[in-house]
Nanobody, 118 residues
Framework: QVQLVESGGGLVQAGGSLRLSCVAS????????MGWFRQAPGKEREFVAE????????RYADSVKGRFTISRDNAKNTVFLQMNSLKPEDTAVYYC???????????WGQGTQVTVSA
């Protein structure tokens, strides 16, 4: 497993942008698929986006396609989530996660709060 620490959350008005970062421990970061999930109050945790290790293939939830961009810097053990055109319904705690290729997510960060005001 890897240790994950998120940052970059905050309060923003609708239509604004935020960039989340997640720094991972360990020397095998580039071998992990990295993902972002979110959980709004009273709702289950949901998938937002993920990016594969060295090639960087991405996948997004329909609700964020065209607005969010996931990227990674393997030299800095960091994955990013650029969030543009934010909506109040994007309000949630956002979690960074890691998984070996072909397996389920096994490592999770502590989460960072994103609040979008109308």
């Amino acid at each position: 497993q890897v240790q994950l620490v998120e940052s970059g959350g905050g309060l923003v008005q609708a239509g604004g942008s935020l960039r989340l970062s997640c720094v991972a421990s360990g020397r095998t970061f580039s071998s992990y698929v990295m993902g972002w999930f979110r959980q709004a109050p009273g709702k289950e945790r949901e998938f937002v986006a993920e990016i594969t290790g060295s090639v960087g293939v991405t996948r997004y939830a329909d609700s964020v396609k065209g607005r969010f961009t996931i990227s990674r810097d393997n030299a800095k053990n960091t994955v990013f989530l650029q969030m543009n055109s934010l909506k109040p319904e994007d309000t949630a705690v956002y979690y960074c996660a890691a998984r070996p290729s072909g397996r389920s997510y096994t490592s999770w960060g502590q989460g960072t709060q994103v609040t979008v005001s109308a």
